[in-house]
C-alpha cells in the first residue's frame, strides 16, 4: 500500500470549512480595485461579452493600422508679426522679483515662446536674495492653476470690471459720508508703488486706514530692537559673518524671516577647509535649523525665554530669575563658546515675544553683533506685520466704527488665530472687497472679489530691505480677465483709468513714483528712460540706505523683560502646541500646488498632510502607533486647546522635546481641487500673549480617538542600515587628518601581485575591478554634493519637477511606494555610536545589531540629509540588465534612459543600489485619476518642452539634465569655442540656495568639480561595489569636540584586528 | 647654453617669420571682398540676379543701364543722397518703383560694390545651369522596390501561362486518347464543366504532388510576409507627403526663380531646435511692395495682408487692426482684389494668423536640433528637404525614420576644422584610433540613445 501524502495551506482546508469551501472556486481572496483606476463607470454593470470583447478588439487593431496609414494633418501658425526677441526653441530669460508674504528673492524666469516654464535663483546682475526656496520654484505652477478666479465676482457671481468699479465707488463715498472708515488689510508691503497707490486711495476718501498683517507675525523684534539698540527695524542677520551661532526656536535655515538669504549665508560659513562656525540649537519640534545644528537641545517652547535668561545671566554675569533648566550643562557650553568669538557671534530667537527678544538682544549686544553680525544699514522690511493693529481692527469692525474692508494678500478668515470671528465680521460689513487671484476664505465673506493678476503676470517694484529697489516684470499676458490689484485702488482714486486686462496703467503709475523718488538718488543714466530701462533689465536698483534712528516711547529693559517671562512663560498642565512652517506649504498661500504637496517634508518624509509630531517615547506611554508605512496608518488624536478642536493623525519625530507637540500650519485650505484640499488648519490653535501672535500655546489635551489615518512618507526608515551612505566626521578630526570619516573600502585577497604590482593582503575597489573602462574622449559630466552645504530644504526637488516634467502622483500612489521623484532627499538621524559597543560585538550579526541599536534615534538625534539622483555609474548595474537596451551608456558619462526603447521589465530598478529608478505605474497625464496639473490644458503650460512626457510602463530616472547639457554644448559650438566651467547648470543644481551641488566636466582639470572630486573628502556612494558612480559627496564634517568612532577605519589605519575576521567585510 | 639659446632664438624668429608670412597672405586673401556673399547678404532679397523684378529690378546688364560706374556706386551706397543731385536716369527709377527708396548700405566700400557687379556679371555671361536632382539613397531604394513587384508580377503572369499551357496540353492529350480509343471527338460540356474538371484535374494533380504544393504554398506565404513586414515599416513614414497649404506658397518662384536663401526667411535655422515658419512680417519685408504675383496674381498676397493688417491701396499697416471689425476689413480687401471668388478665398485670413499645414513631423520622442546640424554641422537644407527650389508645392522629401538618421551618422564626417570645441575631442580620436584626420558622427557619439531620445 502506497503512503498517499496530503497537502494542505491551512486548518480551513484541511477541515474544509464552510466558508473555505465557498472561497475555494474563487480566483481571488477579494475584489481586485480593479474599478477604481480603470474609470468611474462600474465595470461590473458593464455588458461587454467576450464576443463584444473580440470585436473591438479586432476594431480597434484594424482602425490603430488604418489610422497610422492616415498621416494626421497638424496645423503649424507661426507668429504674425514676430517678436524681435523671440525664437521659438530658444528659451528668454527676464529679470524679476517674488514676493509672497512669506518670501523675497530675486529671480529669473525662463520663458519658452512666451510662457514662463521655470524660476531659477540667482540674478547675476544684482546683489539681492539670490537664493531660493521650493515654494518659490514652485510659485510658476500656481500661474496655470485653473481654480485660480478668471473674472470678477459678486457674490459668486461674474460681475463686470465697471459696474463693480462704480458700485464700490458709490460704496466708498457712502462709508466716508457716513462718517465711518474703510480699512485696506495687507500683508506686509514692500512695495514703494503700492504704498504711493495706497497713500492716494486714503486720500481721495479722507477715512482709511491702512492696517498689516502678516500670517507669520515678527512685530516683537523691531520693537525689542527699539528698546535696546535704539533702533526699530529687523537688522540683516549677517550669518556669514559669524562663527557662533544659537539659535533659539528660529528656524532661520528654513523658514524663518528673511530666510532666503540666510540659507546661501550661513553655508558660506561651514566649509571645513577654513574657520567653520558652530550652530546650537534649542528648540521644542525638529526644524532644518536644529537638523543640521552642531549641538541640538530640545525645549520646551516655554522654556525657551528661561534659557534665553539663563545664557544672558552666564555671558554678563547678572542674575536675573528665570527656571532652571534640564539643559543647563548645554546653556553653559553655548554661552563659553558664543563668548570665545565675541564679533563673529549671533543669537536668533524665534519667539515673537518682545520680552524674549529684549533678552535675545540684549544678549548681541554683549556679543558685539550690532554692525557685525546685525546689520542695521540694510534692515529687512519683509516683516513688518502689526498683529495688535489687526486686532484693533477686528474690535473696530465689531464695534460698528468701520463701514468697509479690501483686503489685499490678506486672509485673516483663515490665518489668524480668531479666524472665524473674522470670517463673521466680514460678512457683516457694508462693503467688502478682496483681490483674492484665488477663492479663499477670506474672499469667500467679501461681496467683491476683484481677482489679481498672478506675480508673474504683474508689474511691480520692491523694497525688501534698505537700499534695494528691486523690479517685478511680467513675462506672460494675463490668462484671464483679471486687473492689477493696484489698478482698481488707483481706478477707484480717479488716478487711472480702466483699458482691459493688458492695462499698463500701473506700469505708468510706478514709472511716475521711480522718477520721482529713486531716479535722483543715481548719476549713471542721465535721462529717465534708460535708468528705467536698465533697472528692468538688471531686475533691480541699488543705492545706500541712510538709517534713522527711531527710539520707542517705552523703553523696556532687561530686568523688566525677564521679570515678564516669568510671569509668561509657564508650561502649566497638558501639552504645549508649537506651530511651525513647512518648507513646501509654508503659511499656506500655495496649499493647493500639487508640487509642493507631493515634497516630503524634510524632517518626518511625509507627504500631503500635516499631523501631530510627537516624542516618540511619549507616544509609546500614550498608545500610539510609532510606525507609519503603507500597511501601518497612523493613529488619528484629537487636540483641544483655547476651546478649539482639531483631529490630526499624529507622527513620531525623535527630538521633539517631551511635553510638546508640533503642528504645521498651511493646511486645512477649504478652496482648491478636491484631493487637493487636506490636512487641518492649526492657525486658531495660536494665541495672543502681550498684544503679539504666538506661534505655542499651553495647556493642550491630546486623547486617541481610536481612528487610524494613512500617511504617505516617502522614507520611514530611521537607520542607515549600518552601511556608510553618509559619511560623517568631526571638525577636530578633519583638521588631523583630511581623510577622516572617508575611509575607503578594500578587499581581502591572497594574491601576490596583480597588473605588475605588488599587494599586501588588501585591494582596493578601485584595483579589484575587472570592468573595462570606458572611453570619455570628450566630456565626461559629474556632480558633485558636499553635505556640508546641503541642508536638506528641498529646493531642488522642486526645480527637478519643474525641469523634468515628472509628475505628481498624488498621496494613494506615494503610500504604495511609487513616488516619482527623480532627486529624493535622504533623512537620517543618528545618535552616537559606542566604541565600546561595536568593539564588544563579535561576529556579523552582533556587530550588525549594536550597528543598529546604536542607531535608533534618541531624545535627540543627529540628522544628516543626503539628495540622492541617479549616481550615473560608469560600470552601471541597471544597464546590464536591460533586456530590450533600454538604458545605456554614453561616451560622456551619462547613463541614459530612452523611453521608447522600454518595455517596463523593471529589472533595472531592482537592481539599482542607489534605488534612484522610477517606473509609471500609470499614466500621469490626461487622465482623470490624477487630477493634478497635467490633465488640463492650462496645467500642461508648465511642461519644459524640451523633455518628453513619459508614459505607463517606461522606466525614468534622473539625466543629469541631459536637455540643459545638449544645450550648453551647442551654444559653445555655435559660438566655436570650448565650454565655460559652470557655463551648463543642472536643475537641482540652479535652485540650491548653498550651492552644494556642483556640477560640471571632470574631463576639464580646471574645473571645480574636478577639484571637488580629487579633495579628500570625496566618496562614492557605496563605491565598494564599484559602480563607480559620476556623482560624489564630501563628507559631513560637524563642528563638534567629540570625536567620531569610525569603527573599521580606524582598525585599518591603526593596523590592528580587522573586521573581516567577523565576516563583516564582504559588502 | 649660449649655442642652445640661439638655436632657440633663431627657431623662434623662424618659426614667427613663417607666421606672420601665412597671416599677411591670409591678410590679402581677406581682403578681397567677396562678390557672391555680399551680393547674397545684402543684395538678394530685393534683386534678382537675371532680368526679373523682385523688390527692385533686376541687375543684369545693370553697368550698361548708368552713365557711369561711379555714378552707379554712388547710387548703391546711399541712394537718397545721389537722388540729390538729380540724374535723370536715377529720378526715373526712383518714380518707376513708386517712390521707394532703395536702404543706403554705408558699410558696401567701393571694392565691394564692384566686386558685387562684377559677380553680377560673371553670374550672368555663365551659360544658366540645369539643376541636377539630388540622387538620393532613398530614390534608388524606391526603384528596387517597385522592381521587386514588377518581378514577382511577371512571375507570377508566367506561373499562371504555364499552368494554363499545361492544362490545356494535358486535355487536348486527352482529347486525343479518348479520340483514338473511337470515343466522341466533339467535347460539347459547358464552359462551366470543363472549369470544374479542370480543378478536379488539379486538386487530383496537387495529392499527388503534395512536396511541390507545400514549396509553393511556403514560397507565398513568405512572399506575403514581406509584403506585411514592408508596410508595416511604412507605418509612419510619409515621404512624398504634400498637402495643400492655405496658401499657395511656390517655393520654386521663391527659392529658385528668385533665389531667395533658405536661412532668409526660415531664420531659426541657425539658433533654435526649429528652422520656424516664417512669420508674415517677414514675408511683408519684400510683398510691401510686390503686390501682384506672376502666378496667382493678387490672391495669395492679399492673404498675407489680411493676416497682418496692411491697406495696399494705402500701402500702408493698419493701426490696431485685431481691434477693427471685420465687416470693415473684410471690404477693404473686397474692394481691393475687386473679384469676389478671390475675396472668398481671402475671407478666412481676415484677423487670423495663418495655419500651415505641417509636413515634417518628426515621429514622437525624438529630438531634433536643425542648428546643430545647419549651423554647427554645416549640412545643406537640400541634403534632408531635396530640391525645395523645384518645389512648386512642398512635400516631404526625406523618410524621416530613425534608420535615415543613423544612416547619415554614420556617413557623414564631423567638421572639426575651424571649431575649437571639436579640439580636445580631435585629438583624442586621432591618437585612438587610426583613420586619419576624418570621422564619423557615429564616432564621437552621434549613435547613443540620449542624443536624441530624452
Known amino acids: 500500500m502506497s503512503n498517499q501524502k496530503i497537502y494542505w495551506k491551512g486548518l480551513e482546508e484541511l477541515h474544509e470549512t464552510n466558508e473555505f469551501v465557498k472561497n475555494r472556486e474563487n480566483e481571488f481572496a477579494e475584489s481586485l480595485p480593479m474599478e477604481e483606476f480603470l474609470g468611474k463607470e462600474n465595470l461590473s454593470q458593464s455588458k461587454t461579452g467576450r464576443r463584444d470583447f473580440l470585436k473591438f478588439l479586432g476594431f480597434s487593431v484594424t482602425a490603430a493600422a488604418v489610422a497610422a496609414c492616415e498621416a494626421p494633418i497638424q496645423k503649424a501658425l507661426p507668429y504674425v508679426i514676430k517678436p524681435e526677441n523671440v525664437t521659438p526653441g530658444v528659451p528668454n530669460y527676464y529679470a524679476s522679483a517674488y514676493f509672497d508674504d512669506n518670501d523675497f528673492a530675486n529671480i529669473l524666469v525662463k520663458t519658452r515662446e512666451g510662457r514662463p516654464i521655470f524660476i531659477e535663483g540667482g540674478n547675476p546682475t544684482v546683489a539681492g536674495r539670490n537664493g531660493i526656496s521650493a515654494q518659490i520654484s514652485a510659485s510658476v505652477l500656481s500661474l496655470y492653476d485653473t481654480t485660480r478666479l478668471k473674472e470678477a465676482m459678486k457674490k459668486g457671481e461674474p460681475v463686470s470690471w465697471s459696474t463693480a468699479d462704480s458700485e464700490i465707488i458709490d460704496a466708498l463715498t457712502n462709508i466716508a459720508q457716513s462718517g465711518k472708515r474703510t480699512a485696506i488689510l495687507t500683508s506686509t508691503i514692500i512695495s514703494p508703488s503700492t504704498k504711493k497707490a495706497i497713500a492716494d486711495f486714503s486720500a481721495k476718501f479722507g477715512n482709511v486706514d491702512h492696517v498689516t498683517f502678516d500670517a507669520i507675525s515678527y512685530d516683537a523684534i523691531p520693537n525689542a530692537h527699539g528698546s535696546v539698540f535704539g533702533k526699530t ?16 526656536g528660529a528656524d532661520f535655515m528654513g523658514t524663518w524671516l528673511d530666510h532666503n538669504a540666510y540659507r546661501g549665508d550661513f553655508a558660506k560659513t561651514r566649509s571645513p577647509k577654513g574657520e567653520m ?39 554678563s554675569g547678572s542674575a536675573l530669575p528665570a527656571t532652571k533648566l534640564a539643559c543647563d550643562a548645554q546653556i553653559t557650553k553655548c554661552a563659553d563658546y558664543l563668548k570665545a568669538n565675541k564679533g563673529k557671534a549671533l543669537v536668533v530667537c524665534g519667539i515673537n515675544d518682545v520680552n524674549a527678544q529684549i533678552i535675545t538682544a540684549e544678549i548681541n549686544k554683549l556679543l558685539g553683533a550690532e554692525g557685525t553680525t546685525m546689520d542695521f544699514a540694510t534692515p529687512v522690511f519683509t516683516k513688518m506685520g502689526n498683529s495688535g493693529a489687526a486686532d484693533a481692527l477686528l474690535k473696530n469692525i465689531a464695534s460698528g466704527t468701520v463701514g468697509g474692508i479690501i483686503l489685499y494678500n490678506a486672509n485673516p478668515a483663515y490665518n489668524h488665530p480668531m479666524a472665524s470671528n473674522w470670517k463673521d465680521a466680514i460678512s457683516k460689513l457694508k462693503l467688502s472687497v478682496s483681490f483674492a487671484s484665488k477663492m479663499d476664505e477670506s474672499a469667500e465673506a467679501c461681496t467683491y472679489v476683484l481677482p489679481d493678476h498672478n506675480y508673474l503676470e504683474s508689474w511691480n517694484d520692491f523694497n525688501p530691505f534698505g537700499g534695494h529697489f528691486a523690479v517685478a516684470q511680467p513675462t506672460i499676458h494675463p490668462l484671464f480677465n483679471t486687473r492689477q490689484a493696484q489698478e482698481n485702488l488707483l481706478v477707484w482714486a480717479g488716478k487711472a483709468n480702466r483699458s482691459d486686462k493688458n492695462s499698463s496703467a500701473y506700469r505708468e503709475y510706478m514709472k511716475e513714483v521711480w522718477k520721482e523718488t529713486l531716479f535722483s538718488k543715481q548719476t549713471k543714466y542721465a535721462s529717465f528712460e534708460d535708468f528705467w530701462n536698465y533697472s528692468v533689465h538688471d531686475g533691480a536698483f541699488e543705492t545706500t540706505y541712510s538709517e534713522s534712528v527711531s527710539i520707542p516711547s517705552e523703553i523696556i529693559t532687561a530686568g523688566d523683560a525677564a521679570a515678564k517671562i516669568n510671569s509668561t512663560f509657564k508650561s502649566g498642565s497638558g501639552y504645549e502646541v508649537v506651530l511651525y512652517q513647512k518648507m513646501g506649504i509654508g503659511s499656506g498661500n500655495q496649499a493647493n500646488n500639487p508640487w509642493l504637496q507631493e515634497l516630503p517634508d524634510p524632517i518626518s518624509r511625509v507627504t500631503w498632510d500635516n499631523y501631530i509630531t510627537m516624542s516618540p517615547a511619549e507616544m509609546k506611554e500614550k498608545g500610539f ?97 549600518g552601511r556608510d551612505i553618509v559619511k560623517e566626521t568631526s571638525l577636530a578630526q578633519y583638521k588631523e587628518n583630511k581623510h577622516s570619516g572617508n575611509h575607503k573600502h578594500s578587499f581581502h585577497t591572497k594574491i601576490k601581485e596583480l597588473k605588475g604590482k605588488e599587494v599586501h593582503g588588501h585591494l582596493s575597489s578601485d584595483e579589484a575591478d575587472f570592468w573595462k573602462k570606458f572611453d570619455r574622449p570628450n566630456h565626461n559630466w559629474g556632480m558633485t554634493i558636499d553635505l556640508n552645504a546641503c541642508n536638506g530644504c528641498g529646493a531642488c526637488v522642486i526645480a527637478c519637477h519643474a525641469e523634468n516634467n515628472v509628475p505628481v ?42 550597528n543598529l541599536d546604536a542607531e535608533i534615534p534618541s531624545e535627540s538625534p543627529q ?68 487630477d493634478f496639473y497635467m490633465n488640463d490644458d492650462l496645467g500642461k503650460m508648465v511642461l519644459n518642452p524640451d523633455v518628453n512626457v513619459r508614459s505607463r510602463g517606461v522606466m525614468e530616472k534622473c539625466s543629469m539634465c541631459v536637455q540643459r547639457i545638449q544645450y550648453g554644448k551647442l551654444e559653445a559650438k555655435k559660438e566655436q569655442r570650448t565650454i565655460k566651467d559652470g557655463e551648463i547648470k543642472t536643475a537641482c543644481q540652479s535652485a540650491c540656495p548653498t550651492h552644494a551641488i556642483s556640477f560640471g566636466d571632470y574631463n576639464d582639470e580646471a574645473s571645480l568639480v574636478h577639484e571637488l572630486r580629487a579633495d579628500e573628502r570625496a566618496y562614492a556612494l557605496l563605491e565598494e561595489v564599484g559602480t563607480e558612480p559620476n556623482v560624489f559627496y564630501q563628507v559631513k564634517v560637524r563642528n563638534v569636540d567629540e570625536a567620531y568612532y569610525h569603527g573599521h577605519d580606524e582598525a585599518h589605519h591603526e593596523g590592528g584586528e580587522h573586521h573581516e575576521e567577523n565576516g563583516h567585510g564582504g559588502h | 647654453m649660449t649655442d642652445f639659446m640661439n638655436k632657440f632664438l633663431g627657431y623662434t624668429m623662424h618659426r614667427v617669420m613663417v607666421l606672420s608670412l601665412f597671416s599677411l597672405i591670409s591678410i590679402t586673401a581677406f581682403a ?292 477693427k471689425p471685420y465687416e470693415e476689413m473684410a471690404s477693404l480687401y473686397e474692394n481691393w482684389l475687386g473679384d469676389g471668388d478671390a475675396y472668398r478665398q481671402v475671407q478666412s485670413f481676415i484677423q487670423k494668423p495663418i495655419s500651415w499645414v505641417q509636413i515634417h513631423k518628426l515621429p514622437d520622442h525624438a529630438y531634433f536640433n536643425h542648428a546643430q546640424h545647419y549651423k554647427v554641422g ?68 552621434g549613435l547613443e540613445c540620449g542624443k536624441c531620445h530624452y
Open chain 2, 32 to 323: 578681397q571682398p567677396d562678390g557672391g556673399k555680399l551680393f547674397d547678404s545684402q543684395c538678394k532679397r530685393c534683386h534678382n540676379i537675371g532680368e526679373a523684378k523682385l523688390v527692385g529690378p533686376g541687375l543684369k546688364d545693370v553697368r550698361s543701364r548708368w552713365s557711369s560706374e561711379d555714378n552707379l556706386i554712388a547710387w548703391i551706397q546711399n541712394s537718397a543722397e545721389y537722388l540729390k543731385t538729380g540724374d535723370a536716369y536715377a529720378v526715373g527709377l526712383y518714380e518707376k518703383y513708386n517712390k521707394s527708396a532703395m536702404p543706403a548700405f554705408p558699410t558696401l566700400s567701393k571694392e565691394d560694390v564692384v566686386a558685387i557687379l562684377d559677380y553680377v556679371d560673371a553670374e550672368n555671361s555663365k551659360a544658366p545651369e540645369v539643376a541636377v536632382a539630388p540622387t538620393g539613397t532613398e530614390g534608388t531604394a524606391k526603384e528596387e522596390d517597385n522592381s521587386l513587384m514588377y518581378v514577382l508580377i511577371a512571375v507570377a503572369v508566367i506561373l499562371s501561362i504555364l499552368i494554363y499551357s499545361l492544362y490545356s496540353m494535358s486535355s487536348s492529350l486527352i482529347t486525343v486518347l479518348k479520340h483514338r480509343d473511337g470515343e466522341d471527338s466533339v467535347d460539347d460540356r459547358s464552359m462551366l464543366d470543363k472549369a470544374e474538371d479542370c480543378l478536379k484535374g488539379m486538386g487530383s494533380w496537387a495529392k499527388e504532388n503534395k512536396k511541390i504544393v507545400g514549396l509553393l504554398v511556403t514560397v507565398v506565404v513568405l512572399i506575403g510576409l514581406k509584403f506585411v513586414w514592408d508596410s508595416l515599416l511604412g507605418i509612419g513614414v510619409y515621404t512624398n507627403y504634400q498637402p495643400h497649404q492655405p496658401i499657395k506658397f511656390s517655393h520654386k518662384i521663391h527659392a529658385g526663380e528668385i533665389g531667395i536663401a533658405c536661412v532668409y526667411c526660415h531664420t531659426g535655422v541657425t539658433e533654435s531646435k526649429q528652422a520656424t515658419i516664417p512669420s508674415a512680417s517677414t514675408c511683408m519685408n519684400c510683398h510691401k511692395g510686390v503686390k501682384e504675383g506672376a502666378q496667382y496674381g493678387k490672391v495669395e498676397i492679399a492673404k498675407i495682408y489680411a493676416s497682418i493688417g496692411f491697406d495696399p491701396e494705402k500701402d500702408a499697416y493698419i493701426e490696431n487692426y485685431n481691434q
Open chain 2, 378 to 445: 554645416g549640412i545643406e537644407c537640400e541634403t534632408c528637404h531635396g530640391p525645395v527650389q523645384e518645389m512648386e508645392e512642398v512635400y516631404q522629401y526625406s523618410p524621416l525614420t530613425m534608420g535615415w538618421c543613423i544612416n547619415c551618422h554614420r556617413d557623414t564626417k564631423v567638421k572639426f576644422e575651424e571649431n575649437p570645441y571639436y579640439d580636445k575631442l580631435h585629438d583624442y580620436l586621432s591618437k585612438r584610433y587610426k583613420e586619419g584626420a576624418q570621422f564619423t558622427v557615429s564616432r564621437i557619439g
Open chain 1, 233 to 248: 527695524a529687523v537688522p540683516y542677520y549677517r550669518f556669514d559673518k559669524t562663527m557662533a551661532v544659537a539659535s533659539f
Open chain 1, 277 to 315: 562656525s558652530r550652530l546650537f540649537s534649542f528648540e521644542a519640534t525638529m526644524s532644518l535649523t536644529g537638523a543640521n545644528a552642531d549641538y541640538r537641545t530640545s525645549v520646551k517652547q516655554t522654556e525657551i525665554p528661561h534659557a534665553l535668561i539663563a545664557l544672558y545671566n552666564k555671558l
Open chain 1, 625 to 721: 502607533a510609532t510606525y507609519i508605512g503603507q500597511e501601518d496608518p497612523a493613529d488619528m488624536a484629537e487636540i483641544s486647546v483655547n476651546g478649539k478642536t482639531i483631529k490630526l493623525p499624529v507622527v513620531a519625530s525623535p527630538g521633539q522635546a517631551v511635553g510638546t507637540v508640533g503642528i504645521a500650519v498651511g493646511y486645512g485650505r477649504t478652496f482648491g481641487k478636491e484631493g487637493e484640499i487636506i490636512g487641518q488648519n492649526a492657525f486658531p490653535l495660536g494665541s495672543f500673549v502681550n498684544g503679539t501672535v504666538q506661534n505655542w500655546t499651553v495647556g493642550a489635551e491630546i486623547s486617541k480617538t481610536g481612528e487610524t489615518y494613512p500617511l504617505a512618507a516617502t522614507q520611514t526608515h530611521h537607520t542607515m542600515m
Open chain 1, 863 to 930: 540628522v544628516v540629509f543626503q539628495p540622492i539622483m541617479c549616481q550615473h555609474c560608469s560600470q552601471a548595474p541597471c544597464e546590464t540588465v536591460c533586456p530590450v537596451l533600454a538604458t545605456t551608456h554614453s561616451n560622456e558619462g551619462l547613463n541614459q534612459m530612452t523611453y521608447n526603447r522600454c518595455i517596463g521589465t523593471r529589472y533595472c530598478a531592482n537592481n539599482c543600489p542607489y534605488k534612484v529608478r522610477r517606473f509609471n505605474w500609470f499614466k500621469y497625464h490626461n487622465n482623470e485619476q490624477f
Open chain 1, 809 to 850: 502622483v498624488g498621496k494613494d500612489e506615494i503610500r504604495r511606494v511609487r513616488d516619482m521623484h527623480w532627486l529624493r532627499i535622504d533623512r537620517y538621524y543618528s545618535s552616537d555610536t559606542n566604541k565600546e559597543m561595536l568593539d564588544n560585538a563579535t561576529g556579523f550579526s552582533a556587530y550588525k545589531k549594536a
